[in-house]
């Protein structure tokens, strides 16, 4: 029924029975986003993470390719790989979303980084997400945030910029971090 509705949609827009602002908001429908959520961290944290249920309702797939929040100077998407005997939290370009289907975005997986926190988010408060899809655009979600712990993650690998009395520096040698906002080490 879904692929029918977008076929004549489809059809109605080609023909400009349908105005570019209706069609656009049943793009950005095509997406679905579930689950958000932010994770708390203590005061002196520099780094958290939001995680989420992205479901794409579409007949094509999706990518999510950025994410931007009023509460962080730095929003990257992460995954969680093997290196070795230890696991690292790297920077990927996209994370894809199936046509019909969903991706999970959880701690030990894929995961938007909240950097350099302009403020620590605190449980029981709302963060503001801004997605951005290839396909879909542009969607703003609110996150409330959660205390949540994880463990396994002691000798996760992971390097951020970090401030030394003054702008973030960058390290040219990779992501490598001993410890990270992100993750409560147990």
Same mark, same amino acid.
């Given at each position: 029924?879904?692929?029918? /509705?977008?076929?004549?949609? %489809?059809?109605?827009?080609?023909?400009?029975?349908?105005?570019? %602002?209706?069609?656009? @908001?049943?793009?950005? +429908?095509?997406?679905?986003?579930?689950?958000?959520?932010?994770?708390?961290?203590p005061p002196n944290s520099s780094n958290s993470a939001a995680y989420l249920v992205l479901e794409n309702h579409?007949?094509?797939?999706?990518?999510?390719? %950025?994410v931007k929040s009023p509460i962080a100077n730095v929003v990257e998407l992460h995954n969680v790989v093997k290196?070795?005997?230890?696991? #690292?939290?790297?920077?990927?370009?996209?994370? +894809?979303?199936?046509?019909?289907? %969903? /991706? /999970?975005?959880?701690?030990?997986?894929? @995961?938007?980084?909240?950097?350099?926190?302009?403020?620590?988010?605190? #449980? $029981?408060?709302?963060? +503001?997400?801004?997605? /951005?899809?290839?396909?879909? $655009?542009?969607?703003?979600?609110?996150?409330?945030?959660?205390? $949540?712990?994880?463990?396994?993650?002691?000798?996760?690998?992971?390097?951020?910029?970090?401030?030394?009395? $003054?702008?973030?520096?960058?390290?040219?040698?990779? @992501?490598?971090?001993?410890?990270?906002?992100?993750?409560?080490?147990?």
């Amino acid at each position: 029924m879904l692929k029918w /509705t977008y076929r004549c949609l %489809s059809v109605l827009a080609l023909v400009g029975f349908l105005p570019m %602002s209706l069609w656009a @908001h049943l793009a950005h +429908e095509s997406i679905k986003v579930k689950d958000a959520w932010v994770r708390a961290v203590p005061p002196n944290s520099s780094n958290s993470a939001a995680y989420l249920v992205l479901e794409n309702h579409a007949m094509k797939a999706d990518r999510l390719i %950025s994410v931007k929040s009023p509460i962080a100077n730095v929003v990257e998407l992460h995954n969680v790989v093997k290196k070795g005997e230890a696991m #690292a939290m790297e920077p990927v370009a996209h994370i +894809e979303v199936d046509a019909h289907g %969903s /991706t /999970t975005l959880k701690p030990g997986g894929f @995961h938007i980084m909240l950097i350099d926190l302009k403020r620590v988010p605190k #449980a $029981g408060e709302e963060v +503001e997400l801004m997605l /951005t899809f290839q396909n879909a $655009g542009e969607q703003k979600i609110m996150a409330p945030v959660k205390k $949540g712990g994880m463990s396994g993650h002691k000798h996760m690998a992971h390097d951020h910029p970090k401030k030394e009395n $003054g702008p973030m520096q960058m390290k040219k040698d990779g @992501h490598k971090m001993k410890d990270h906002g992100d993750h409560q080490m147990n």
